[in-house]
């Protein structure tokens, strides 16, 4: 009896140790957001470049902010975020070797199709922000301080209204609420709620939770979102595989993995717009 | 997994990615389980056998800690595995074998909890018995934790229960990566936030079953088990 539990739990310690091992072998760990993973496109594009290099891509999806913050800690090898400002102070800061551009899609307003503030079909967002505070209809906020959720803050500041500060004095309306988490119980909340939401389209268009949401604001320039891939800094991280992970870095960019990101569509509708060479991008 | 599949469709044709979860949930929260067990009944028995001061205050946090939220666990294990943590040379996070390390602290409490209560008990049953027959410490606490090795196996159950039913700690120090580390809790997780709601409480079924099944395998064991040894 004794010696029999012996070899089960010998059998499970070797198991463990065993398994780093075949784990190890060339494969990265990339931070990203839960737009990417989400609406499917790693799922598209990571077994083509397995395919091609052999390495297994790891995705731990987060948000932007948390998706860098496990690069400083040295958790994962590449970030693969959407949030440019956030991404620069990255690399200035020593956690990050570069930062390439890759990709963009847009964000879009999400609302009920009873449209409470009357907002649908507008092509401007400020405008349709500034008009569902006036009419204080229910707004749903990642509040998880992810890329969307940038960009979201940034956009009420650009219609005048500083969410921060009304919610540290305390004037900030119930029609406002945070929810803090990612884009997927977002949109759920709002389908739950009747309520507005910035979302990335790629998330909406994989998104199979709709009920009675729809499109109220899209195609204003401002809406536009921007993806970037850095390697996390070896010199700081001496356990980073560096050439694992610019291999990774480089084929995202390259015009086979542009066509990649290019070549993924749901229902035909082509959801991220490789832009590695754009300047400024 | 295949898109627009109902859970029962993957279930039924074997959907090879719905079982590798299955098979990795079942590997990790039974492996917890069981070193949480080898943790957690020695540790109940020293409790439950011996008197020293502030031992009623050992006990009121022992239980306490039954009620560990996941998420905590599994933040505390980040931040000791992650690179910049003092375990971070082991590169563990983000695999099972991180999991498996969470989910143990998580239900090692209950384990030793339960396991506390039961030896303890038992202990006030045989104690005069023990003591005449003049049995050494590590006798008495063999003899009790075998005596009561069959409602121990509850204690191990519930532990595992726990365990294949929590989502805040694996989540957090596995990373719920497709393939590699999601488990039926992760995979359900991401379901809902994907809006797949049907898909999402359909693996949730599945996971009820397996929970069941595991049960059911135990009380079986148990049953025959009790038989043979009269």
Same mark, same amino acid.
């Given at each position: 009896m004794i010696s029999r539990r012996f070899i089960l739990l010998a059998g499970i310690a070797a198991s463990l140790t065993a398994a780093p091992a075949a784990a190890q072998e060339k494969s990265i760990v990339v931070a990203s957001t839960t737009s990417t993973q989400d609406s499917g496109l790693f799922g598209h594009i990571l077994p083509l470049f397995k395919a091609k290099t052999g390495i297994d891509v790891k995705v731990v999806s987060q948000g932007t902010g948390q998706a860098l913050e496990t690069g400083r800690r040295g958790d994962a090898d590449v970030v693969f975020v959407h949030a440019k400002s956030l991404e620069e102070k990255f690399v200035a800061e020593g956690f990050g070797v570069k930062r390439y551009p890759v990709m963009y899609n847009d964000f879009i307003l999400i609302g009920p199709n009873s449209d409470p503030a009357g907002i649908?079909?507008?092509?401007?967002i400020v405008a349709a922000l500034k008009t569902i505070k006036a009419k204080i209809a229910p707004f749903i906020s990642? %509040? !998880?301080?992810s890329g969307t959720h940038a960009a979201e803050l940034a956009l009420w500041r650009l219609a005048a209204i500083d969410i921060a500060k009304e919610k540290s004095d305390k004037i900030?309306?119930?029609?406002y609420r945070e929810i803090g988490q990612g884009m997927g119980a977002a949109l759920n909340t709002a389908s739950a709620s009747n309520g507005y939401v910035l979302a990335d389209r790629g998330t909406w268009l994989s998104?199979?939770?709709?009920?009675?949401?729809?499109?109220?604001?899209? %195609? !204003?320039?401002?809406l536009f979102n921007q993806y970037g891939v850095i390697l996390v800094n070896p010199a700081k991280?001496?356990?980073?595989k560096q050439e694992l992970g610019q291999a990774f870095i480089d084929w995202i960019i390259s015009p086979e993995g542009q066509k990649a990101i290019a070549d993924y569509k749901i229902n035909g509708q082509q959801l991220f717009f490789p832009n590695a060479t754009a300047p400024g991008a | 997994m295949p898109e627009n599949a109902s859970a029962l469709q993957l279930v039924l044709s074997g959907d090879p990615a719905l079982y590798a979860i299955v098979r990795l949930s079942l590997v990790v929260s039974l492996s917890a389980a069981l070193f949480a067990t080898l943790i957690g009944v020695p540790f109940g028995a020293l409790i439950a056998l011996n008197r020293f001061p502030g031992r009623e205050a050992v006990v009121v946090v022992l239980n306490a800690l039954m009620g560990l939220p996941p998420v905590v666990v599994g933040l505390a294990v980040y931040l000791l595995l992650?690179?910049?943590?003092?375990?971070?040379?082991?590169?563990?996070?983000?695999t099972p074998q991180a999991m498996i390390v969470a989910q143990t602290i998580l239900i090692a409490p209950i384990i030793a909890a339960l396991a506390r209560q039961t030896l303890e008990d038992l202990w006030n049953e045989y104690r005069d018995e023990l003591a005449a027959m003049d049995v050494g410490p590590l006798g008495r606490i063999a003899t009790l934790i075998w005596d009561a090795r069959f409602s121990l196996v509850t204690a191990l159950l519930a532990g595992f229960g726990r365990a294949a039913a929590e989502v805040g700690a694996v989540i957090i120090?596995?990373?719920?990566?497709?393939?590699?580390?999601?488990?039926m809790t992760t995979a359900i997780a991401l379901e809902t936030s994907k809006g797949d709601l049907p898909l999402a409480i359909g693996l949730g079924m599945v996971l009820l079953a397996i929970v069941i099944l595991v049960n059911a395998l135990a009380w079986g064991t148990r049953s025959i088990g009790q038989r043979v040894a009269g």
């Open positions: 649908k079909g507008s092509r401007d990642r %509040g !998880d301080k900030l309306g119930p029609w998104f199979k939770n709709r009920g009675e949401l729809e499109i109220a604001v899209e %195609g !204003d320039q401002r991280h001496p356990n980073v | 992650s690179r910049s943590g003092p375990l971070g040379e082991l590169g563990i996070l983000f120090v596995g990373g719920n990566i497709d393939g590699f580390t999601r488990t």
